[in-house]
Every structure is written in structure tokens, then in C-alpha cells.
């Protein structure tokens, strides 16, 4: 069974429960109860025959033997109990309960559509795609807010196949979501090295990757897309649960790729090593950060600064506010310019996010040791902004429409194979002034690069950099169609409505301090 035929019979289920109250959501949340019961089922059966987890009273088998209200009750207390369980169970079952509103539902899910299929034995290609496609599918229903939680899966490719994971690397995402990194720099790693050594694959099943995820029910999801991408084991998942930006954990990291959540600043206050704190009852001595602020992604910016081992590599997606915005903001992007190598700014295109109201952008940069002159030396830039509009249904972002940017990353031209060896290093511009046919740039080219010294002589240090014209200024016949544009519009809107947010509650936070 291939994935998109299993996404399908899941779904097909979904939309049966839907018509008994049943959300997406909880769909995808009962589905993993289930499915790690199952699961662990199978792993303790030949060929496996490895102990369970499970104790023997709500394992798999004594599900498929109830019905009706002893089903429903059983299940009730199964979960419940699981729940009180400490490490992987505690994780997947902490806090679950019966969605379920028919004690025939329940048992159809168990035993025509789980107990169908031998999970164990499926590719994880297979059992991750289809279990992707449940929270893509999920995303989708604005009404959820799961879109908040889930990352283009072209971008994320982009990102990671840009960064590139080599085997024996650690990677970590400390806002990690339904795991999309996590899993995508795992698929990779398997992808370009086929050849892997025994303790390789070890580490890359067991100790390669972890997250750091806020919200229980997230994790719990991501925990579960783990396991089915091969990540993990249902004794140790790689989730913590917790707040990422509440203390360094002390642990490093070779690579980090993340989306941290947008949005209003975060429920506890971090003091920084200017001695500024503020005042909700929750506040969080961080001695490595540069500056104090309120700004969730400034902090994100900064705590993924530390994660860093020397000469790590981390590529993260910020709102355009983190690139401009003064005060804590300036004082950050100056220091990151100086003790990192902050190499290149994708600027990504409208349209793209299930949150709406976000301008975003991928900032790739590497960490460096104590030096007194910069590491940055020139900053990248690639415009995937201007002249460009996506859409979540007309025209969503394809993994080809950031082909262009993933080359010019490597240091590839145009034309070059994508399997020519990367060299950063050997980076040509397509943007010059004047057309430039032999070297294949000019006016209209998307790639340009700004050496330290223009970037520290902006006000504030900004990077919020755009240098070509918008054709639909100019001429009304590339107008992009009217939806297009009433999307943009609304986005334009939210993003200003949330910056008025952030410039709200950064007062309120002043004005509480003076008094």
C-alpha cells in the first residue's frame, strides 16, 4: 500500500467521525493512541519479540476483545492510566482522553482500519507520509489552529537540503512542532548516504535529533511522526516538553533548523545580560543573551545562537520584525553580525503560511569562536518576495520554486548539475546594475550580496534589504489576479495588526515597570 492510498482510507474514516462531533484534531490524536498501541503490539511478536512497554491489561490484544460499553469504558481507563506513565508513555498519553462519541466507531477504527494493516512492517516512507498527510490535511482547517504548528514541507526541504545534515551530526529544533525538521534532515542524511555504517544508523535513529515542543498536544503528535519516520523507539522519543526559552539546556548541537512560533510575546519574560527584566511573575535569568526583550523571535534568535556548537550551522524562519526592529532588536543582529558568520537571508513570499499575517524570511548563520573582528564578512541575499505570489490553494509553494535558491546556496550557476559538489564559498551574484549576459546576471537577478560594512552602516543595522521593482506598480497588466490580491492585502493587515500587538504589550510591560 502506498501512502497516498492509506492517507485516503484514514481520512475516509475521519470524515465517518466527523458526522459524530469528532474534529480533525482529535481525529489525529486518537489515531496515535491507537496506532502506538498497535505498534507496540507488533514489536514484541516475532520477528521483533521485544518486551513491551505496555502492561498486558491494556495492550492491543485486550482492546480487540471488548465492545460496546465495555470497549468504551476499557478504553476510558487505558488511556488514563497510560497517561500516568512516566518517559515515551507519559509523553504519548499524558492527559488523553475518549473522543469517541459511539462505542461502534471506536471498534471499527480498532479492528477494520488499524488492526488492518501491519505498521510495523511498512516503509517509513510510507507510514510517515500517510501520517503527514493527516496533519497537512489538518493544518488546513483554519478553524484548528494546527496550521500554527505546521511548516511548508518545501520550504523545510529547501532549508534542510541548504544546511545539508551529514551523518554523526546532532540536529535539533527547539520549537519543533509536528517534527517536519526532525524528520526531513533524517531523510536526507538516509538519502545521501546510502552507505551508512551500523553505529551511523544507530545514531541516527537514537541519538541524532531533538526537539523542544511547548504544548503537550504537539508533542505528543510529533513524538508519534517520529516513531513512524524511524526516529526513536517506543521506549525514547527525542520530545521534551517543555519551554525551550526558559534556561539553556546545557546540551549543543551541530545543526538547528526551526520555525518558531510567530505571534504576541511569550507568557514568561526573559532578563538578559543587560540587566533589564520585566514584570509578569515568571521571570527568566538568561545570562547568554545579549538583550532583554519581550520579542518571542528575538529570543528564539538568541537562544538558537547558544544551541550552537563552535562552527555550527543553524537556518531559522523570522518575521520580518526581527530584521528591522530597533532597541533589543538592533543590539542582536549587531552582535549576531559579529560573532557569527550570518552568510545568507532568504526572503520568502506571501502566501505561504497556514498562520496568516506573516512576512517571513530564513536567515542561515554560523557560529564562531571569541574573536575581536566579525565573522560576518557578507551577507547573501535571495528576493523569493518581489514579483511573486503564492497561494495556500490556487498556487502553493513546490519544492522547484526554491530549486534557484538551493543552487545559488551551493555556489552552482544555472545550468550546473544538481549533484556538483557545494562551494559556499564560490557564490555568484545574478543581480548586477547593468545586464552582464557572460555571467548571467543583471537588474532583474534575485541573488545579491552586501558586505559587512553596508550592512552595519544602515539605520539600526537593518537587514529588511529589497532592491528590485515591483512590476505591478509600474503596470497594471501584471496585476496579480483580484483573490491574490485581496489575500495580500489581508495578510498586509494582520502582519501590521500583530506589530501593533507586540508595540502594545511592550508598553503595557514599560508602564508596569515605572510604577
Known amino acids: ?107 471499527r477504527v480498532i479492528v477494520d482500519l488499524i488492526n488492518e494493516e501491519d505498521w510495523s512492517s511498512l516503509g517509513a516512507d510510507v507510514k510517515g507520509d500517510a501520517y503527514e498527510g493527516l496533519l497537512e490535511k489538518n493544518a488546513q482547517d483554519t478553524k484548528s489552529g494546527a496550521g500554527q504548528y505546521f511548516t511548508p514541507r518545501p520550504l523545510i526541504q529547501a532549508m534542510v537540503d541548504a544546511i545539508a545534515p551529514r551523518p554523526g551530526e546532532s540536529v535539533c529544533d527547539p520549537a519543533c512542532g509536528t517534527g517536519g525538521f526532525l ?85 514568561t519574560q526573559i532578563e538578559g545580560a543587560d540587566g533589564r527584566r ?26 538558537i545562537k547558544t544551541l550552537l556548537k563552535s562552527h555550527g550551522r543553524a537556518a531559522v524562519v523570522v518575521p520580518d520584525n526581527v530584521l528591522f526592529e530597533g532597541g533589543a532588536g538592533e543590539t542582536i543582529r549587531r552582535k549576531l553580525l559579529h560573532e557569527c558568520d550570518v552568510h545568507t537571508l532568504l526572503r520568502l513570499p506571501t502566501g505561504l503560511f497556514y498562520a496568516q499575517g506573516v512576512k517571513a524570511n530564513v536567515l542561515f548563520f554560523d557560529k564562531k569562536p571569541a574573536s575581536q573582528t566579525p565573522w560576518t564578512r557578507h551577507l547573501w541575499i535571495y528576493d523569493l518576495r518581489t514579483n511573486q505570489h503564492f497561494t495556500l490553494k490556487t498556487r502553493p509553494l513546490k519544492r522547484a520554486d526554491l530549486d534557484e535558491f538551493v543552487g545559488l546556496y551551493q555556489g552552482r550557476r544555472a545550468g550546473e548539475p544538481a549533484d556538483r559538489p557545494a562551494n559556499r564559498h564560490g557564490r555568484a551574484a545574478t543581480w548586477s546594475e547593468q545586464a552582464d549576459a557572460a555571467n548571467g546576471a543583471g537588474p532583474d537577478g534575485r541573488w545579491r550580496v552586501y558586505a559587512y560594512d553596508e550592512l552595519i552602516a544602515r539605520d539600526k543595522a537593518s537587514l529588511d534589504i529589497f532592491w ?38 511592550d508598553l503595557n510591560g514599560s508602564a508596569t515597570e515605572s510604577t
Open 1 to 107: 500500500m502506498n501512502a497516498n492510498t492509506l492517507v485516503q482510507k484514514l481520512w475516509n474514516y475521519c470524515n465517518v467521525l466527523r458526522d459524530d462531533g469528532m474534529s480533525y484534531g482529535d481525529y489525529v490524536e486518537q489515531l496515535t493512541y491507537l496506532l502506538f498501541l498497535k505498534m507496540a503490539d507488533e514489536r514484541s511478536r516475532p520477528p521483533y519479540r521485544q518486551p513491551s512497554i505496555i502492561p498486558a491489561l491494556y495492550a492491543w490484544p485486550e482492546l480487540l476483545t471488548r465492545d460496546g460499553d465495555e470497549l468504551f469504558d476499557h478504553y476510558r481507563h487505558a488511556l488514563e492510566r497510560l497517561g500516568g506513565e512516566k518517559g515515551t508513555l507519559g509523553l504519548i498519553f499524558n492527559k488523553a482522553q475518549n473522543k469517541f462519541q459511539d462505542p461502534a466507531k471506536l471498534r
Open 278 to 303: 520585566s514584570t509578569e511573575k515568571d521571570v527568566i535569568e538568561r545570562d547568554d543573551f545579549w538583550a532583554t526583550t519581550s520579542n518571542k523571535q528575538l529570543n528564539f534568535v538568541q537562544h
Open 468 to 505: 528590485l521593482k515591483d512590476d505591478s506598480l509600474a503596470d497594471s497588466d501584471n496585476l496579480p489576479p483580484p483573490e491574490v490580491i485581496a489575500q495580500e492585502i489581508v495578510e498586509d493587515l494582520e502582519a501590521a495588526l500583530e506589530q501593533f500587538r507586540l508595540i502594545a504589550g
Open 183 to 267: 524528520f526531513t534532515a533524517h531523510n536526507a542524511i538516509t538519502r545521501n548516504y546510502p552507505n551508512l555504517t551500523r553505529d551511523e544508523k544507530r545514531h541516527l535513529k537514537e541519538g541524532a535529533f531533538r526537539g523542544w515542543e511547548l504544548v503537550q498536544g504537539t508533542a505528543r503528535v510529533c513524538a508519534m511522526n517520529l516513531l513512524l519516520h524511524g526516529i526513536g523507539s517506543e521506549t525514547s522519543v527525542p520530545i521534551v516538553v517543555a519551554d525551550a526559552l526558559a534556561a539553556d539546556p546545557g546540551e549543543r548541537f551541530d545543526v538547528v533548523l526551526a520555525n518558531p512560533p510567530f505571534g504576541k510575546k511569550s507568557s
